[in-house]
């Protein structure tokens, strides 16, 4: 067996090579790549003269996780959602699917408003499938990163204070009766697969049943959707225009992702770097659009903790922005006849 492949894995590898490609299919080239959030081993696999990505799991993960992740890998690949899936084995962790030769985004060939339909699209499609197995719901998964993060005392209670109350706002307007679809849960474009013809999605680790409006809300807030854009995911995922509920719902979920991307990056910082703790008042943070300016000109490294608290502080203050807004507060009275919440 290849020598990449970690000890101990050879006979799963071996066992998974003869199912997908038939007996004597020999691993011609085996090159590492880049896992998901989960530190799976995840290579770009040649074989017959042709690519293909080859997935293990650690060992130590979670088996009922890796069941959960597969399934709703094998049923999005059979939606057309996801790559195709040639081997995937839940006891041995091992998975074998296509390989996807991305290009950047930036060249996707019909523009931001035909790759936008073209992503709701592939919502609409997952959601048509039968639901993945159940999840937490996303208010109740951010809940829990929010508690987790506050344990670490990194930051103080005062510089999130306001955050805290707009954003417990969402709760009080936020029904829990709609059925849960499948979802992926984690839409951000370093999710998202351009092959040069179309979208693809990958990387379903967190994938499982949730709330309807979770994954284009996710894609509005990674692909930075302004009202307009907004409106148009609405209408391709819907395959109608929008009324005035669903665009407000929209724009309420929307908020949920930067306070879930903050409180994930801020308490890798905290477990990191304690000694970068701040017991200011005031959040100090700049704006998210003068710190992706920042990393895009090579000034700030996310790769070091200095850079991922600036990263996870412009979230916050983005969340705030959107928080404060007056569509924002418009959308929870339409939601919920919630009344406008004033502080100074």
């Not at 590898?13 to 880049?34: Q, W």
């Not at 412009?314 to 009275?333: E, K, M, N, P, Y």
Request: overall charge negative.
């Amino acid at each position: 067996m290849h020598s990449l492949v970690q000890e101990g894995r050879g006979d799963a590898v071996a066992e998974a090579m003869r199912a997908a490609f038939g007996a004597g299919a020999a691993i011609e080239e085996l090159e590492a790549l880049k896992g998901g959030m989960s530190g799976a081993a995840v290579f770009r696999l040649r074989t017959g003269g042709r690519d293909h990505l080859l997935r293990l799991e650690r060992p130590e993960r979670d088996a009922a996780d890796v069941a959960r992740h597969l399934s709703c890998l094998g049923a999005a690949a059979r939606a057309g959602v996801a790559p195709s899936v040639r081997y995937a084995d839940a006891a041995t962790g091992v998975a074998i699917t296509a390989f996807v030769e991305a290009r950047p985004l930036s060249t996707y060939a019909w523009g931001r408003e035909a790759m936008l339909a073209e992503l709701a699209g592939l919502v609409r499609a997952l959601q048509a499938t039968a639901p993945f197995p159940p999840g937490p719901t996303h208010l109740d998964a951010a809940d829990g990163f929010i508690a987790d993060f506050r344990a670490t005392g990194f930051l103080a209670e005062e510089a999130l204070a306001e955050h805290l109350l707009r954003f417990s706002q969402i709760r009080a307007v936020w029904r829990t009766e709609m059925a849960a679809v499948s979802s992926h849960n984690d839409l951000n474009p370093g999710n998202i697969l351009y092959d040069g013809q179309r979208l693809w999605l990958t990387d379903w680790e967190a994938a499982g049943s949730a709330d309807p409006f979770g994954d284009l809300s996710c894609l509005a807030h990674s692909m930075n959707a302004d009202e307009a854009q907004e409106g148009l995911l609405l209408g391709a995922w819907l395959g109608r225009p929008a009324n005035e509920e669903e665009a407000a719902r929209l724009c309420v979920m929307r908020q949920v992702w930067p306070m879930v991307q903050a409180m994930l990056i801020l308490k890798t910082v905290a477990e990191q770097r304690p000694d970068l703790a701040s017991r200011s008042p005031v959040l100090l943070a700049r704006s998210l659009d003068r710190v992706m300016a920042d990393i895009g000109a090579g000034r700030l490294d996310l790769t070091g903790a200095e850079g991922r608290l600036e990263f996870g502080k412009a979230l916050l203050d983005q969340l705030l922005v959107g928080l404060r807004s007056v569509r924002f507060q418009r959308s929870l009275q339409v939601i919920g006849d919630l009344p406008l919440l004033q502080l100074q």
